[in-house]
DNA sequence: TACAAATTTAGAATTATTATTATTTAAAAA
DNA sequence: TTTTTAAATAATAATAATTCTAAATTTGTA
């Protein structure tokens, strides 16, 4: 936790008790909590926690680059509190989001006509099948949910 | 358009003048439009129509796999319209949206520890990087908008 | 032409997110 | 330690995308 502490503080981020829980939420956290997800959790240790407050917070650490945005669900904004870059898996039963720490770059070379035009920066991969329940049940269960529209789990 | 026609009501779906117009604003459609660009352009030539009904025709042909959706957006959903499989190019800066057309599934293997869980399906790539107009404004014109945040435009 | 089922529409409702502002507080300065 | 001040919190209102509702209309078919 020190070690937590001194690195906000040094990039002038101001540490309240609200963000200190968050922090320790999120660290070490390979889930993709929504705002609401994460707001709940709080709650059960700073109880008088607000909404807005989970907001700001995510906000700020998203510009600081300590939380990335996963963009999956049109509902609501996932967050990926795990620093190193990877991918992601997603269940087309269920909905539900895992990791996948692997580096494709090297294989993602991009047209010629396009390099031309456009210099990459990172890149992401979605991958979507069939989790390993949705294969048992197979499809049954949640293959009258609207597949687009479904809530998100987690693995 | 008579094969449009045809297409479509052998899939029984029922075939109306506000759906006949969004159907013929999408064939060939390489843009990345949101229900509300949509909405615009078939205002002009059916100037009656209604957010619902675009809302609603593009659900069915989600639904169908006539139009997917494009997951780079928090603020609004994006529909593809363009039929073929391929991936995406997103300007860091700009948040203008462009495709890539190849495939790259033969280099994307999941680690061994994933497959033994889950079925991949389909993969899609986002390539994030700088566009050529922003690579000429060296960022200034957009530098001060919330990346995250700030609108989409497309290539 | 008549019918049943599906679609359209306007508007209301919902819901995620952002903005506002008075109050509180962390952290630096004295 | 006390003071100071810029930043953060919390309650609430506002915004905006999307979905829902229900009555009227239209489609495809018999
Ligand atoms: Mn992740
Ligand atoms: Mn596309
Ligand atoms: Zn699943
Ligand atoms: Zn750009």
Redesign the interface.
Known sequence: MKELIEKYREIGFKLTPQRLAILRFLKGNTSHPTAENIYRQIKEVYPTVSFATVYNTLQAL??RGEVT?V????QK?HFDPYPKPHHH?I??ECNKI?D???D?SD??K??KN?LK????????????????EC?KIGGIKYGNM???RAGCREF
């Open positions: 998203v510009d945005e963009t999956i669900d049109s904004r898996i269940c087309i895992g996948v720490f692997k494709y294989a993602l991009l047209p396009i035009e456009f210099k990459p920066v990172r890149n992401h991969i979605n991958f979507y099948g069939i989790c390993r294969q609207s597949k687009s």
